[in-house]
């Protein structure tokens, strides 16, 4: 079955960075994208972007240019997200999910997502 | 950014009652899709392509809308569909979400 196992709970300084990662495993990895959502209570959700898993091509929101880098490791099915120069605004759960890469581009499965707490 | 608009915020339904749940974005999109999201967990794909049912989804949902009007409906309301739904529109970046609407029972 399709599974994509994201790393744990992440409690970061201001200014700091963060690496999550999202395992996938039960289906060809390279087959689909991996797309990257922010929820928060205030904003709700957010689309962060996505990695096309086989090319490594990257396509970001803009609001989250220069926030966040999306990379892959083919070797192991994982696919990474770095958010760096972290402010309390950070703080929220961070989910993976896979994304088809054709219309009408929706995310069929999710991770479990990780709570990133950004505080001194 | 399209923005959508979800309606109502929250609503409470009786069990057996027919329930529909509005979302209309800012600009014209060409498909809709819905997600589920129970307390504590990840959202879970609904309704896809404005009309198709995600794996599992049981019949009494259905999908419908077109242009900047999107409905998802609930022929008949039972505990198990106590959730907040997001619509997410699926062709104009960035992609986005609506704020949801917490759906409860009466």
């Known amino acids: 079955q399709v599974q994509l196992q994201q790393s744990g709970a992440e409690l970061a300084k201001p200014g700091s960075s963060v690496k999550i990662s999202c395992k996938a495993s039960?289906?060809?990895?390279?087959?689909?994208?991996i797309s990257w959502i922010k929820q928060t209570t205030g904003q709700g959700l957010e689309y962060i972007g996505y990695i096309n898993t086989g090319s490594g091509g990257t396509n970001y929101n803009e609001k989250f240019k220069g926030k966040a880098t999306l990379t892959v490791d083919k070797s192991s099915s994982t696919a990474f997200m770095q958010l760096s120069s972290l402010t309390p605004d950070d703080s929220a759960v961070y989910y993976c999910?896979?994304?088809?890469?054709?219309?009408?581009?929706?995310?069929?499965?999710w991770g479990q997502g990780v709570m990133v707490t950004v505080s001194s | 950014d399209i923005v959508l608009t979800q309606s109502p915020t929250t609503m409470a339904a009786s069990p057996g009652e027919k329930v529909t749940l509005t979302c209309r974005a800012s600009?014209?999109?060409?498909?809709m899709n819905w997600y589920q999201q129970k307390p504590g967990a990840s959202p879970k794909l609904w309704i896809y392509g404005t009309s198709k049912l995600a794996s599992g989804v049981p019949n009494r949902f259905s999908g419908s809308g077109s242009g900047t009007s999107y409905s998802l409906i609930i022929s008949s309301m039972e505990t198990e569909d106590i959730a907040t739904y997001y619509c997410?529109?699926?062709?104009?970046?960035?992609?986005?979400f609506g704020s949801g609407t917490k759906l409860e029972i009466k």
């Open positions: 997410q529109q699926c062709c104009s970046t960035p992609l986005t």
């Open positions: 999910a896979r994304e088809g890469g054709a219309l009408p581009y929706y995310f069929d499965y």
């Open positions: 039960g289906y060809t990895f390279t087959s689909y994208y």
């Open positions: 600009s014209s999109v060409s498909y």
